[in-house]
């Protein structure tokens, strides 16, 4: 006869697959790049037909643009910052970072991405200590406070709206290219050239001819 498990140890052996299951869940969860896929997306970059720096010339232009500080700028990166004071006590910096990678002789993949950190304002008061007789020493407040901004928060803007719309605005920098190098990169057909010359030297009659002829 096949001897029964008791019921509490049963209990027990579920409890604790329940708690195991819920750990990996909530691992999951806490660890925000369990959820990256890389997938193949251009939520974050962009082929420009122009040479590197002309297009982060033109990413940087579009940044100056929007009133973004640009701390650095050169023909393969561009970085740049900007605050916002959405609440009285509560600051906001948004980092922009910027990489021009050239792909062959005349195309440039654009890569920008935007980090978002947020702030708030602590405040706190000074103290002094003040000897007293018989009493030892007592601390009290001055009238002097030191604030200070405290960094809470910080993640990388995920956003496809935003990069879409900055992607437009480099595109509305980006310089056309000439004629010449549109019918190089195969965008226009080339135009047929200019007609030659086509007047002959004059045939004089010959003799007893009538010119009229």
């Given at each position: 006869?096949?001897?029964v498990a008791p019921l509490p140890r049963?209990?027990?052996?579920?409890v604790l697959l329940i708690l195991v299951s819920a750990c990996g869940h909530n691992t999951r969860e806490d660890v925000p790049f369990m959820g990256e896929s890389f997938d193949?997306?251009?939520t974050y970059s962009r082929t420009?037909?122009?040479p590197p720096a002309q297009v982060c010339s033109a990413a940087r232009l579009a940044l100056l643009g929007q009133g973004y500080a640009v701390g650095k700028a050169g023909d393969d990166a561009v970085e740049a910052t900007k605050n916002f004071q959405p609440e009285d006590e509560v600051h906001t910096q948004?980092?922009?970072r910027v990489s021009c990678v050239a792909r062959?002789?005349?195309r440039t993949l654009l890569f920008v991405s935007?980090?978002?950190d947020r702030y708030v304002l602590r405040k706190s008061s000074s103290s002094a200590s003040l000897g007293v007789g018989g009493l030892g020493s007592v601390s009290l407040p001055v009238g002097s406070r030191e604030d200070s901004l405290v960094r809470v928060a910080s993640s990388t803007v995920q956003d496809g709206g935003f990069y879409r719309r900055f992607f437009e605005r480099v595109g509305y920098y980006v310089p056309s290219p000439s004629p010449r190098e549109r019918v190089r990169s195969g965008d226009v057909p080339a135009e047929d050239p200019p007609p030659s010359d086509l007047r002959r030297?004059?045939?004089l009659p010959a003799d007893g001819e009538d010119p009229a002829r």
């Open positions: 006869m096949r001897s049963l209990a027990a052996v579920a193949s997306d251009e420009y037909e122009m948004l980092s922009v062959g002789n005349e935007a980090l978002l030297t004059p045939v």
